[in-house]
């Protein structure tokens, strides 16, 4: 519905247009580098990215679609899903940024504000768990090899879910990621960014649901989450790069140290960029409620969908050696 009450129909091709063209995205980046590199057919590497491509296109899907059902039960005016496509593994190696669905009215009750919020990421999360032990019951444990492969980010979540499949794992040794593990961990991922209890974010939604207006001042200094990330990765995937450049110069560093200071930092640039440039427009707050009221149960919800951020973090989100 339109903030009129009209339906929303004017952006719907664009909607599907976009969804199509991410479910390419995602298959093209999610393709074996074994059959790229041994020159398969185009359709045949595309079609072979299935199996990273589809468990993640279904937890965006689920993510997305737990919104849209929450703010329709609601009746909160909000668009279908526009799809973010990203064919270029330079910039996404996912494929994709997510999705985001356009709430053109304001959220006038903390009841519904949580609902909604809290409903993507849930609902997301209720798939990505499963997926996650499936893949990792099929990512076998190998030795850590010295360079040329990626480590991705170490969350509380995902060092449970490890260790509850494979029991504990040698300090030389570590999951080499089955590609429906890898989608799980891409939704793990894409979740936590979206639930930093920073302004419009699912995670100040759900925030400014629990705490009203004291959210407000928290929120302005939520820049020091990505700031702070930046600073730690800095000071350990990226030192030997600075380390070098201090001692010898920039000419004398190697790829062995530009690889992983160039992913390490690069994850956390651009988030930082966002939350810097919303908090320097709108002050980082959250647009105010006239209802306020949470129910016992509600209230759980949103203590245990922050606590899934405190389980989800990482700070060093995927770094290549």
Do not use: C
């Not at 070098?244 to 390490?264: K, R, V």
């Not at 949470?294 to 405190?310: E, P, Q, S």
């Amino acid at each position: 519905m339109s903030q009129k009450g009209a339906p929303l129909l004017s952006g719907a091709r664009l909607n599907a247009v976009l969804f199509l063209l991410t479910v390419a995205s995602v298959f093209y980046v999610g393709r074996p580098a074994r059959l790229v590199a041994f020159g398969e057919p185009w359709y045949v590497t595309w079609l072979s990215g299935w199996q990273f491509a589809v468990p993640l296109l279904a937890i965006l899907v689920a993510h997305e679609s737990g919104h849209y059902i929450a703010a329709r039960i609601h009746r909160v005016p909000a668009s279908l899903p526009y799809f973010l496509p990203v064919p270029f593994p330079q910039l996404s190696p996912f494929g994709t940024l997510g999705a985001i669905i356009v709430m053109p009215g304001r959220i006038r009750s903390a009841r519904a504000l949580l609902d909604i919020g809290a409903a993507g990421p849930l609902a997301g999360m209720l798939l990505a768990i499963p997926t996650m032990i499936l893949g990792l019951a099929m990512s076998p444990v190998m030795p850590r090899m010295a360079s040329g492969y990626t480590q991705e980010g170490q969350s509380l979540l995902y060092i449970a879910l490890k260790r509850l499949v494979h029991g504990p794992i040698p300090a030389t040794h570590d999951v080499i990621l089955h590609p429906v593990a890898f989608a799980a961990w891409v939704g793990f991922f894409i979740t936590f960014l979206n639930l930093v209890p920073f302004s419009q974010l699912d995670g100040g939604h759900v925030a400014y649901a629990l705490f009203g207006r004291r959210h407000d001042k928290w929120s302005r200094q939520m820049w020091l989450v990505p700031a702070l990330a930046l600073v730690y990765n800095l000071l350990t995937a990226a030192r030997p790069a600075l380390t070098t450049i201090l001692h010898s110069g920039f000419g004398s560093l190697t790829n062995e140290q530009i690889a992983p200071a160039s992913s390490s930092v690069s994850f956390w640039l651009l988030p930082l960029v966002i939350v810097v440039a919303i908090r320097l427009r709108s002050g980082g707050t959250h647009p105010p409620v006239d209802d306020a009221t949470l129910d016992r149960k509600r209230r759980a919800v949103a203590i245990a969908t922050l606590a899934l951020f405190v389980l989800l973090f990482m700070p060093a989100p995927l770094v290549f050696y």
